[in-house]
Every structure is written in structure tokens, then in C-alpha cells.
């Protein structure tokens, strides 16, 4: 790769603090891992700010200091952890490498307005670093839990053998411990009957409910919607607690008065209070789609004929079923992931996955959760994106650019 150009380059004193604040960090987690993390803050600030005078000052060929950077900071992985390590270093070494040069010849100013002061660029990349660093946070407990599950020992922790990415600490025991497993299977089963069902309710009532809180003219509709959408507003404990006596004496006069089977009427409490928690989240997404909806095309299907059942399913259905795609979603991940309102209103017939979880933890510390949490989540990762892409069809449907 060709030398540095000498047209755009920013001073080393700008460059390095900035590179070798980066190698504190980092130095921060290895020196803490290794006894002392002062020790890791001082030698992570030495090493990459030497580094950065030997890429820039010294060598001045960014494809050769880029394998300098990455063989280097590889060994250096190596000494501290093996061979995790030496992944771990090789893209830390990319990482530092990357930024150096980043800085120093003036990239991070590319794509930006070139007439931006210097306190508007150090804020938008402050931002920037703000954002990424809350979603580490938030992603980081689950990208632990998913190794996790193919741990070989009954252990909640990380193995030496995992450590050292040795096959034998790893095995598919604990999913075979699911798939095999009654009590597990019986739950799995129970959260596919209860979340459908709840799902279906969730969407027909609320769909029909957000369609009528559209109109200009129903009266107290801001004070009816903010009924509706109240179960995800108040705590969950609250809602469970009223659900309780709620559907206790509706499960007694179904069984008491029609002579329903206990067992059906434990399913029905169930799957009403969890489409009670999904309505709100179909109400708020079709609401969302109904404002961009152009009413004059019912109005034109009225003059041209049609009913209103038909009106609404030829006509407005379509246009909306993005959003009431989406909300139906969210309904059943909440119904799929909810354990507490279960644990009020349901008996031990209705146990689902979250409450089979719930007893794993409490009872007898199963790693069986740590495969079952992993499942869930790749679930609610296809679940999001199916979302997000319904979301895109419905902006193109409205003549809107997806952002």
C-alpha cells in the first residue's frame, strides 16, 4: 500500500492521547484479569501510544504496520491467555491499527460537513462512542449466556477447557436435555398452545380497537386509549395481582356454574390475562401504520359499493398488515416470555417455559436454562427482524424511504 500522504495529516499530539486513551481501556480489563489493573491502564497507554509513533514516524507504510500491529498485539495475546488470546489480540492489534491511522491522516472527517467545528465532530463521535458503549452493556449478559449453553460440565461458569477453546469442554448435552426431557417439553408445549391463542385475541381486539380510536369523532378516545395501553404502563406485579382475584371467580363460575373441566378453565384464565398484556402493543403499532393511512380509499370503496366488512378487509387490511404483523409479534413474545402473571393466575397444568425456567433457578439450578435462554433468544432475534423488515414494506407501501 502506498506511503502515507503528507496533504491531510494531523499532529501526534492530537493522535496519540487519543489511541492511547483506547489502550488504557483495553488495558483496563487484561491488567484487572492479570492482578492489577492500574498496572494494565499504564502498559495498555504505553504500548499503543508506542506503537502509533513506530506506524506514523517510523515505519510510514500502513500495510506493513497494519501485520506489525496485528502479528504483535497476537503474541502479546498469547502470553496473557492462549489461544483465545491470540483472537482476542489479533483484532485488538486491527483495532489500534485502524484507529491510528484513522486519526492521524483525518478520515473521521470524510463523511462529515466539512464546515462542522471541531467541538460538533468530538461530539458526534462522543455520541457515537455513547450509543455503542449502552448496547455492550445491553448485549454483552446475553452473548455470555449463549457460549454458556455448551458448556460439557453442569456449570454456570466458563470452564478451562472452554477458556482454552478446547473441544472437550464443549457439548449439545444440555439441548438434548431439553428435547428429551418431559417436564421441559411439556412447558415448551404449553407456552406453543397459551402464546398462539393469545396472540390471535391480542390482534383481533386490538386491531378492531385502534381502527375505531382512529376516528376523529369517537368520543374520549385519548382516555380509552390510555385504558387500553395501561397494562404495559403499570407494574407487572400490580397487573398480576388484579388478574388474580379477577379471573378467580371467572374460573369459578366456569367451572362452578358451566362445568367446565378445572384443567380448560386454567388455560382460559391464562390465555385471556396474557392477551390482555398483548393488546396494548397491537393498539400502539396499527395506530402507528394508521397515521400515514389515506382514508379517502374507504370512502371511495363505500361509494363504490362495498360493505364494511368488505371495505376492511380488501381495502384497509392489506395497508395495515404490516403494523398489525408487528404487534401481533411483540404479543406473543410477551406472551412467550411472561412468568409472572402465569404464576398468579395459572396452576401447575399450565406451567410455560419462562415458569420452568423460573423453577430451574429457584429449585435445582438446571444448565438446562442456559440452552433454553439461547433458543429464546435466537426466537426473539428472528421475531425483531422479522419486525424491522415489515416495518421497511410498510414505509415503501406509504411512499416512505426506510431509514
Request: glycine residues 8%; contains cysteine; aromatic residues 12%.
Amino acid at each position: 500500500m502506498a506511503s502515507l500522504t503528507p496533504i491531510s495529516r494531523k499532529p501526534l499530539s492530537f493522535v496519540l492521547p487519543t489511541t492511547a486513551a483506547f489502550g488504557a481501556f483495553l488495558g483496563l480489563f487484561v491488567g484487572t484479569a492479570n492482578g492489577s489493573g492500574l498496572t494494565g491502564i499504564l502498559a495498555g497507554a504505553a504500548i499503543v501510544a508506542v506503537m502509533g509513533i513506530l506506524f506514523v514516524s517510523v515505519i510510514r507504510n500502513e500495510g506493513l504496520s497494519k501485520w506489525i500491529s496485528i502479528v504483535g498485539v497476537a503474541m502479546m495475546g498469547l502470553f496473557f491467555a492462549g489461544l483465545p488470546g491470540i483472537i482476542l489480540g489479533a483484532l485488538a492489534g486491527w483495532f489500534f491499527h485502524w484507529l491510528t491511522y484513522w486519526l492521524y491522516e483525518g478520515r473521521y472527517r470524510a463523511k462529515l460537513l466539512p464546515y462542522l467545528t471541531s467541538g460538533q465532530v468530538l461530539w458526534h463521535y462522543t455520541f457515537r462512542t455513547i450509543c455503542g458503549a449502552i448496547f455492550v452493556f445491553l448485549i454483552t449478559p446475553i452473548l455470555v449466556v449463549m457460549p454458556l449453553s455448551f458448556n460439557a460440565q453442569d456449570f454456570f461458569t466458563f470452564t478451562p477447557e472452554m477458556l482454552r477453546l478446547d473441544p472437550a469442554g464443549y457439548s449439545l448435552k444440555h439441548y438434548q436435555d431439553f428435547f428429551t426431557n418431559n417436564e421441559w417439553q411439556r412447558s415448551f408445549k404449553n407456552s406453543l398452545i397459551i402464546a398462539p391463542i393469545a396472540t390471535v385475541i391480542s390482534v383481533s381486539l386490538g386491531t378492531l380497537a385502534a381502527i375505531g380510536l382512529s376516528q376523529s369523532h369517537v368520543p374520549g378516545r385519548r382516555a380509552i386509549m390510555a385504558i387500553l395501553i395501561s397494562p404495559m404502563i403499570v407494574p407487572l406485579i400490580i397487573s398480576a395481582t388484579g388478574m388474580f382475584f379477577f379471573y378467580s371467580d371467572i374460573g369459578n363460575w366456569l367451572e362452578g356454574t358451566l362445568g367446565l373441566p378445572k384443567n380448560f378453565v386454567g388455560y382460559v384464565k391464562v390465555i385471556l390475562a396474557h392477551a390482555v398484556l398483548g393488546i396494548p402493543f397491537v393498539i400502539i403499532t396499527v395506530t402507528a401504520t394508521l397515521v400515514g393511512f389515506d382514508h379517502s380509499l374507504t370512502r371511495a370503496a363505500a361509494n363504490m359499493g362495498a360493505s364494511p366488512v368488505t371495505t376492511f378487509f380488501r381495502v384497509q387490511m392489506p395497508l395495515i398488515l404490516p403494523g398489525v404483523i408487528s404487534g401481533g409479534l411483540f404479543a406473543f413474545i410477551t406472551s412467550f416470555d411472561e412468568v409472572v402473571v402465569v404464576l398468579f393466575v395459572g396452576s401447575a397444568s399450565q406451567k410455560t417455559l419462562p415458569w420452568q425456567m423460573f423453577t430451574g433457578l429457584r429449585e435445582q439450578i438446571s444448565p438446562t436454562i442456559l440452552a433454553v435462554a439461547t433458543i429464546l433468544v435466537v426466537i426473539s432475534v428472528l421475531l425483531l427482524a422479522t419486525v424491522e423488515m415489515l416495518r421497511r414494506r410498510s414505509e415503501r407501501l406509504r411512499g416512505m424511504s426506510p431509514t
